[in-house]
Each structure stands twice: as C-alpha cells, then as structure tokens.
C-alpha cells in the first residue's frame, strides 16, 4: 500500500485485550499516535475481549494471554470463530512452547513478546490489515516444534500414544485423516501464503482472480487440516 493509498483508506481499528492497565494505556496511547490506526476499544479480560469484539467489530485485537475471567486463547477462539475476518495479534510474555502452538490453532495471526520494538508492533499491525500473517523466526520455531512432535506421536504404532496404552485416551483423542497432495498450483499458492503475501497480492503473481485466490486458499486448509493462514505458513516450511 502507497503513502497516498494509507492516506485514503480508513484507519485501522482495533480493540486492545490486557489485563494490566498500565501496559494497556502505554500500548493505546502509542497506536493512537499514528494516523492510520483508532483505538476503538479496551477490555481488561478475555471475556470482556470477546464482548467488545462482537460489539465493535474491529480489524485487529492485541490479544495478552494471560487474563482473568477468560485467558487470551479461549478469546481468540471464540472472536475467530464468530469474525473471522477480524485479526488477531497475541501480544504476551508468554513464549513457552505449548503456549505459543495452542494461540496459533487458535486462530492468531501473528504473535509478537512484549519486548518487541514499537516498531515491530506498528508494521505487525499494518501488516495483519493487508491480510499478512506474521510470526518471528523464534515463535515459529516453536509451533513447527509441536507440529513436529504431533506427527511423530500421530506415526506411533496403533494401540500406543506417546508410550501409553491408547485406550486410556480414546474418549479424549480426536485422529486427524493424512492430508491430501496438494496440486501445483495450490504448492504455489500456499508458497506465497508463506511469504506473508495476501490473496490480492497472490493473484497478482499468478495472474489469477482474488476470489480464485480465496477458493484456492481453502482447498489448501481443507488439505492439509489447517485452521488459520498462519498455520499454513508454519506448515509450508516443514514441506
């Protein structure tokens, strides 16, 4: 997007879920600063988040994880399940490995600490509204971590799972089926999905229409069991 192109485009709203009110103010205050993005609300917990979501209806939440009444992986479950089209960017201390998988299958967009350059945050925040998703080098170590852990414990024989008897976690083991090869052109598509490019962008490259982008963008989801684009990025490095 150009200089002029900002200019022109409405600016990017966005709710604010922390718990903390110091850091939610500081965070606010810096995002207002820019002209391109409105603060348009504040919640202090994860079910407060949701509510505030579904009533404003913003293009980004900066999502903390760790909140009372409802963490922030349960919020952006419920919030990329009812808007999907709303982006959500994890904004936590947390960066612990299963912390960090279970926030992208929620449905995170990006996912940045909260030592991160203001910077970092602002271009994280213009990127998730040009449809990108971004992940450090470091947190996307991590979710390809247990997607690798996951496929080795799904390659066990029949009968065990990690070394236990698998009977005694059938009630609460759901077995995903293989995923199916993809075509040549959904291997080019999902390559630039992992460029961070966004459906237009895709389109642009391959010279076809967005909304073929789009239906090509959920054949691969379908394929290769993916909630969100994000894990489709992480998934198009393992390959």
Do not use: W
Request: glycine share 6%.
């Amino acid at each position: 997007m150009t200089a002029s192109e900002a200019a022109r485009s409405p600016p990017i709203r966005i709710v604010i879920a922390e718990d903390q009110a110091l850091v939610r103010r500081g965070v606010a205050l810096l995002l207002s600063l820019e002209s391109d993005m409105e603060v348009v609300g504040q919640a202090c917990n994860g079910a407060e988040a949701v509510e505030l979501t579904r009533l404003l209806r913003p293009d980004v939440v900066l999502m903390d994880l760790h909140m009372p009444v409802k963490g922030g992986v349960a919020a952006t479950r419920e919030i990329t399940r009812a808007l999907p089209s709303t982006q959500i960017l994890v904004l936590t201390t947390l960066d612990d490995d299963e912390t960090v998988f279970e926030a992208v299958r929620a449905g995170a967009h990006a996912y940045l600490l909260k030592d991160a350059e203001e910077s970092e945050l602002l271009e994280t925040v213009r990127a998730l509204r040009r449809g990108e998703s971004r992940l450090t080098p470091q947190i996307a170590r991590k979710v390809m971590d247990q997607f690798r852990r996951l496929a080795q414990s799904e390659s066990l024989p029949t009968g065990t799972i990690a070394g236990r008897n698998a009977e005694e976690d059938a009630p609460n083991q759901t077995t995903k089926s293989t995923a199916e090869a993809l075509s040549e052109k959904e291997e080019k598509v999902l390559e630039l999905i992992a460029q961070g490019m966004s459906n237009r962008q895709i389109g642009a490259a391959v010279f076809l229409a967005e909304g073929t982008i789009k239906n090509y963008v959920s054949r691969i989801m379908e394929k290769l069991h993916a909630n969100t684009r994000t894990e489709l990025a992480v998934l198009s490095r393992r390959k």
